[in-house]
Nanobody, 129 residues
Framework: QLQLVESGGGLVQPGGSLRLSCAVSGETLEHYVMGWFRQAPGKEREGVSSISPSGDSTNYLDSVKGRFTISRDIAKNMVYLQMNSLKPEDTGIYYC??????????????????????WGPGTQVTASS
């Protein structure tokens, strides 16, 4: 069974950087679409970034384009989210998510929550002075 565990969250000043990590166990990343989501207090969980099973396609929420970068390491079965120029509105709990595609849809990405069926427990990110 696929398990996801996030790490790397913390408190950072606006303009700072953090790198989130998602450790994946139980299956190889090559069969899954991977996503990062976030949820601020009182708000819906929203998709931030996604990477396809091939690793060649990525997708980003408009407000993080140019600041966040998703990547993965197949050998380590890890997914990362590099977050630069953090803003107070980036504050929230960040979740790693996965959905299985197998040998199909190698370039598929998604920022839609209902498309994912595996979730990590989340890690808190706070951008505040």
């Amino acid at each position: 069974q696929l398990q996801l565990v996030e790490s790397g969250g913390g408190l950072v000043q606006p303009g700072g950087s953090l790198r989130l990590s998602c450790a994946v166990s139980g299956e190889t990343l090559e069969h899954y679409v991977m996503g990062w989501f976030r949820q601020a207090p009182g708000k819906e969980r929203e998709g931030v970034s996604s990477i396809s099973p091939s690793g060649d396609s990525t997708n980003y929420l408009d407000s993080v384009k140019g600041r966040f970068t998703i990547s993965r390491d197949i050998a380590k079965n890890m997914v990362y989210l590099q977050m630069n120029s953090l803003k107070p509105e980036d504050t929230g709990i960040y979740y790693c998510a996965a959905t299985y595609t197998g040998a199909r849809a190698r370039e598929y990405t998604s920022l839609t929550r209902i498309n994912y069926d595996h979730w990590g427990p989340g890690t808190q990110v706070t951008a505040s002075s």
